[in-house]
């Protein structure tokens, strides 16, 4: 189809769909009148039934607990994916070393960058681990939190180089990191049942409200999603990068094609 | 203005489509795809909202106080680490489909093409390689 | 504490997901064969675990809920899990499915560290997450969870075509789960509930209200766009064409019918209170899967890329099984259960064999491979038994399947319909039968249409003995023919009762007997044009290549693998339902 007939198409389908969408808009409840009860009804019980400040991390982590397993699981597909796919031309047997650009030349840092990533390396991983951390009480969570660390690693490649880096991050320890991490916290999930309790129920002591160790079992899930996304995400980072070192080899067929 | 954020959001959604049927670029489409992607979170958490309310976190505000819905913020959570995860997905695809077709364009990197005999194959680096080069421009 | 059956119910997912889990973290450690055996384990213990729950929940739906938050004065705040013996047997039938391709892709992803096994094992978790839950935010993301593990899978070969189709399947399925999400909150604003029993509950109580017609049109579009039904069938062909064999028998055998199971449980159970929804439903469903059976079968009988025909013949039967969904009624609903399970032991045996001869020809093209599978005739057979099963030869579950369909259509006078599941599965069997006598009799020299149809050279790693790869195959046949028809005719009506949450019925009405053996007469007659064209006199064969080619050439173009098409057909579609919705 030409692209003339595909915004045609586009537009009468628009026609069609925009009464239809205004019909649907004024029958909603008008915006910001009204919160559905399920929410108002978590808002209002969870503080004293689960001692925990932060109504999002316990529907996270506690009430629906399993769509963050889910959701757990998906980024280890995404990244999992990632990694077979953008290795499957390097092979796997590289992924201990780095790899080396013929002809680009490698430009020294200024010392005032080296600095700054010195400097500033440390404190992006311990505002990482305070967000991990807090989950329970002010917003942030193991999601958030373990994104900052793995971006925290990253400046050691801005300050000591790509093969600083790569000396400092191995591919396997990542994987370890996030395989582990979702590991945790799926045991999270069946360890109550051993007890004859439902899957991922809360059975650890609640702790007191508004204090680091409140919630239960959420710190632990929260600690294994902090492990799993710093890991996943910096295997993320390394494997991109690894994309653009890549020499300019003839091409070599890839192992199931061979 | 009550119906102002459904209606950014299903605008949203249609801009977006819209950037996805005309593109003539991936990384341009893998953007478009993030923007009818904010037409959920706009959505969501438009549905979500109630005037007055703080965040719902009893920290500073003790508990009891009107919040706006949790549930459509963690339902919002779990959509931006789809997002994430798509992105992620379809830049690699992106990434390895210019390596092997030496262009961005959707228009040219087909999945399969018409006309195909398995005995014309030029290349011989590519084990897997295109068979025809004869495509047809299908307007 | 008594150990209650509802126990077991989260196992199915959790144990897939730790052998993932555990796999992922172990990777490098771990001897080679180690993740062939462990995901074997793995599928077959959700196999059993699935079957077992199915038999405890033949009397009653098992009911579990996640972190012990059970509802209290019908509120629910937390996620169930509701099995009920439909829901389990087609989980163990996943799993079952799972089991046999590892077994055909043993060694196959040896140099991965077990990647390959990971995702598998991901998508087989969320495949049963999604046919268990009963919580409309969960059903979404298992629905991305398969989503995301089923992109990377795709384009596994990476070659130039893989990426292609990889790429249209994901950006058209990441729009089928904005959609979907869409739906969600516009449903959850609505009634203020996730859990599919108290939205039920609310939407028969609201009446005919716009936003729960928005909210099942985002969402049907959504799992029809997984269920490839026209017009949102495009993408399928591209990726199920491109990915490995071993995961094109998982796409084609479980993830496009689940599509539809969601379907069926989501419109029976969620929106089964709205009149309007339901009195939409007939005429979209049965309009569009008859529309989808005729146009995938006919695109199957142009191709000579096998796993491309395979995968239109896979739009052709979900377009039948989107058929018994529009009747409606427990016949027409039990009978694409039953249809389900029939079609992805067929349809995965298929995918295999196509996988065979990737690996032992070297080759995947209908008309390249000619005369060139006589070395491996075992496989022939099991190709030609695959075939007839598929157009309706009177055995086995497909067919079942078919007759509890083709009866709840012609119960409701749907003749139209009637005749396209039958032409349809005629016209699928037909390719088949033709690629089969072809590839492994050396018949049909005449390429015909054929010969213009999309193909490419492929190959699959040969390090498997054949027998290995031919033997799960021959035991997903052997299953879909040894399902005994007598239990399930009987255990079905009160499964299906339970399932679309509806009051049990009599017995189930079948269909005409002499309409599938009409459709292998069809196949046969087909495939016998396809092969013996050139001995054919000319009266018969100039008029079909006159009024065939211009069809098939606006068809070919339709299919133009760019993605920027198929989102102005997704608009389309997702119009289309909402005009029926607004008309009714």
């Excluded at chain 1, 009430?63 to 290795?87: H, K, P, Q, S």
């Excluded at chain 3, 026209?230 to 084609?252: C, G, K, R």
């Excluded at chain 3, 009637?418 to 690629?435: K, Y």
């Excluded at chain 3, 069809?522 to 495939?527: K, T």
Aim: net charge neutral; glycine share 12%; with cysteine.
């Amino acid at each position: 189809m030409s692209p003339r007939i595909r915004v045609a198409l586009l537009a009468l389908s628009g026609l069609i769909l925009l009464p239809c969408a205004a019909q649907v808009i004024a029958g909603l409840p008008a915006f910001g009148s009204t919160i559905a009860q399920y929410g108002e009804r978590i808002n209002a019980i969870t503080p004293e039934a689960r001692h925990v400040a932060n109504m999002v991390s316990a529907i996270n982590f506690d009430l629906r607990g399993l769509d963050t397993l889910g959701e757990e699981f998906m980024l280890l597909a995404a990244i999992t994916g990632t990694v077979v796919l953008l290795r499957g031309r390097r092979g796997e047997g590289n992924s201990e070393r780095a790899m080396r650009r013929p002809g680009r030349a490698v430009i020294p840092r200024s010392e005032a960058t080296v600095l700054a990533c010195r400097i500033a390396g440390p404190l992006t991983g311990l505002f990482g681990l305070y967000v991990v951390l807090h989950a329970t009480v002010t917003p942030g969570g193991g999601f958030q939190g373990g994104v900052i660390l793995a971006s925290g690693t990253l400046l050691i490649y801005l300050g000591e180089g790509y093969a600083g880096w790569r000396d400092a991050i191995r591919s396997h320890w990542l994987d370890a990191l996030e395989g582990g991490g979702a590991l945790l916290f799926a045991l999270c999930g069946l360890a109550p049942m051993l007890v004859g309790a439902a899957f991922m129920q809360n059975i650890l002591p609640l702790g007191t409200f508004r204090d680091l160790f409140s919630g239960g079992l959420m710190p632990v899930e929260n600690l294994g999603v902090a492990l799993a996304v710093a890991g996943g995400f910096t295997q993320l980072f390394l494997e991109f990068m690894e994309e653009t070192r890549e020499a300019e080899e003839p091409d070599e067929p890839g192992e199931e094609t061979a | 203005m009550s119906v102002l954020p459904y209606a950014v959001a299903a605008w949203l959604f249609g801009v977006g489509l819209y950037g996805i049927a005309t593109s003539r670029n991936f990384i341009h489409l893998v953007g478009c795809l993030g923007v009818c992607q904010s037409a959920t979170y706009v959505l969501l958490l438009g549905l979500g909202y109630r005037w007055g309310s703080i965040a719902p976190i009893f920290y500073d505000h003790p508990p009891g106080t009107p919040a706006v819905d949790p549930v459509m913020q963690a339902l919002v959570l779990t959509d931006i680490v789809v997002g994430a995860t798509l992105t992620a997905l379809l830049l690699v695809l992106t990434v390895q489909a210019y390596k092997r077709g030496g262009s961005l364009d959707p228009e040219k990197l087909r999945p399969m093409r018409a006309g195909g005999k398995s005995g014309q194959r030029q290349d011989a680096g590519h084990t897997s390689g295109r068979v025809s080069e004869g495509g047809r421009k299908a307007s | 504490m008594t150990l209650a059956p509802a126990v077991l119910l989260p196992l199915p997912v959790a144990i897939p997901l730790v052998f993932c889990a555990a796999l992922l973290a172990t990777a490098h450690l771990l001897p080679g064969r180690a993740p062939d055996v462990l995901a074997l384990l793995a599928a077959l213990a959700v196999a059993v675990l699935s079957a077992v729950i199915a038999v405890h929940a033949a009397d009653k739906p098992l009911v579990y809920w996640f972190g012990g938050w059970e509802p209290h004065d019908g509120v629910h705040l937390g996620i169930g899990f509701s099995v009920d013996a439909a829901s389990g047997w087609i989980a163990a039938f996943i799993g079952l499915l799972y089991a046999l391709t590892f077994v055909f892709a043993w060694g196959f992803f040896d140099r991965t560290h077990g990647h390959f096994h990971i995702l598998m094992l991901l998508f087989l978790a969320a495949m049963v997450g999604f046919c268990f839950t009963r919580d409309m935010f969960n059903l979404f993301v298992w629905f991305e969870v398969m989503s995301v593990a089923a992109f990377a899978l795709t384009a596994y070969h990476l070659a130039e075509s893989s990426l292609s189709g990889a790429i249209n399947f994901t950006v058209v399925n990441s729009l089928a789960g904005f959609l979907m999400l869409g739906g969600i909150g516009l449903i959850y604003a609505q009634t203020g509930t996730l859990d599919f029993d108290s939205i039920a509950a609310a939407v028969a109580r609201g009446g005919r209200d716009p936003v729960v017609a928005g909210a099942f049109c985002l969402v049907a579009a959504a799992l029809m766009i997984k269920g490839a039904i026209v017009p949102f069938q495009f993408w399928l062909a591209d990726a199920h064409a491109v990915a490995p064999s071993p995961v094109s028998v998982i796409f084609s055998g479980s993830m496009v019918s689940l599509g539809l199971f969601g379907l069926a449980k989501v419109s029976a159970v969620v929106f089964g209170g709205s009149d309007q929804v339901q009195g939409a439903l007939p005429m979209l469903l049965i309009g569009l899967g008859s529309v989808t059976a005729l146009l995938g079968g006919w695109m199957a009988l142009l191709q000579r890329h096998l796993k491309r025909m395979l995968a239109f013949s896979t739009i052709s039967h979900a377009g039948i099984m989107l058929t018994g969904l529009g009747a409606l009624s427990i016949g027409g609903t039990g009978g694409m259960l039953v249809y389900v399970v029939g079609h992805g032991l067929v349809k995965g045996a298929l995918f295999m064999i196509a996988g065979i001869l990737l690996a032992t020809q070297a080759s995947i093209d209908e008309i390249a491979l000619r005369g060139l599978g006589r070395g491996i005739w075992p496989a022939g057979i099991a190709m030609a038994l695959a075939a007839l099963l598929l157009c309706g030869l009177p055995v086995g579950a497909l067919d079942q399947g078919t007759r509890l369909v083709q009866g709840a259509l012609s119960a409701q006078g749907h003749g139209v319909a009637l005749a396209a599941t039958a032409i349809g599965a005629a016209l699928t069997g037909a390719a088949v039968l033709r690629a089969a006598g072809r590839i492994f009799l050396g018949l049909g020299p005449d390429p015909g249409d054929e010969a213009g149809a999309p193909s490419e050279d492929e190959r699959e790693k040969a390090n498997r003995p054949l027998w290995l790869m031919l033997a799960p195959c021959c035991v997903l046949l052997a299953v879909d023919m040894a399902l005994p028809a007598g239990p399930i005719a009987h255990a079905l009506p009160r499964a299906v009762s339970a399932f679309m949450h509806r009051p049990e019925g009599g017995p189930l009405a079948e269909g005409p007997g002499w309409l599938p053996w009409a459709s292998v007469a069809a196949a046969l007659a087909g495939a016998g044009y396809g092969l013996f064209r050139n001995r054919l006199p000319a009266f018969v064969v100039q008029p079909v290549r006159a009024t065939q080619s211009v069809p098939t050439r606006a068809l070919e173009i339709l299919h133009s693998g760019l993605i920027g098409d198929y989102a102005a057909w997704l608009a389309v579609g997702v119009a289309v339902i909402a005009a029926v919705l607004a008309l009714v």
